[in-house]
């Protein structure tokens, strides 16, 4: 895969070369979701978060940083007694804690087409060190388009989930699409 993307102008761009300076997240042209096995394995759970926000920096040579707001109050498994209970006390507690946070301090890219992204993950107050591999699937001159997949554990972040015998244990599979433009 590379990072290179044919810009509408005929030329091309590459993620370590794109324009210093302010981007912000495209809400429409990205999406947060997740998937959760069962103990057993039998059941797969899937979900959206279908409010978020960000922005961010880039400096010379495909480096950045920035900040991805997810709005706890918008998931949506397509199962409303699952969202009221991801929403309750039981685990988000979006009462208290209507955001999860991810503060990259640490967005490098390189010219293979990923992206090496750390940061800090905050979920329900609770603040963990995250790092993975993110794609760059799409550079211009004008926007970049990053994927990746994360497992988070949601115990990490004091989640108690709350159900009847304890199915839901493991990681989460977290999947991201962020599209950002030029400000």
Do not use: C
Not at 89 to 105: G, L, N, Q
Not at 124 to 133: A, D, E, I, Y
């Amino acid at each position: 895969m590379t990072n290179d993307t044919t810009n509408p102008t005929g030329g091309s761009v590459s993620a370590t070369d794109l324009a210093t300076g302010h981007w912000v997240l495209d809400p429409a042209g990205s999406s947060v979701g997740f998937r959760h096995k069962s103990l057993w394995g039998l059941v797969t759970v899937r979900g959206t978060f279908a409010t978020v926000t960000g922005e961010g920096q880039v400096h010379t040579g495909g480096r950045g940083e920035g900040t991805l707001v997810i709005d706890a109050t918008s998931v949506d498994t397509k199962k409303k007694r699952l969202d009221v209970h991801l929403r309750s006390a039981d685990f988000f507690e979006v009462d208290r804690h209507p955001t999860i946070v991810f503060a990259a301090d640490g967005v490098i890219a390189d010219s293979t087409g990923n992206a090496e992204v750390s940061g800090v993950l905050t979920v329900r107050g609770k603040s963990r060190p995250l790092t993975f591999t993110a794609q760059v699937t799409a550079a211009s001159a004008t926007d970049v388009t990053l994927t990746g997949e994360v497992g988070v554990d949601y115990k990490d972040f004091g989640l108690p989930w709350k159900n009847p015998g304890g199915t839901m244990r493991g990681i989460t599979t977290v999947t991201l699409r962020t599209r950002f433009t030029r400000a």
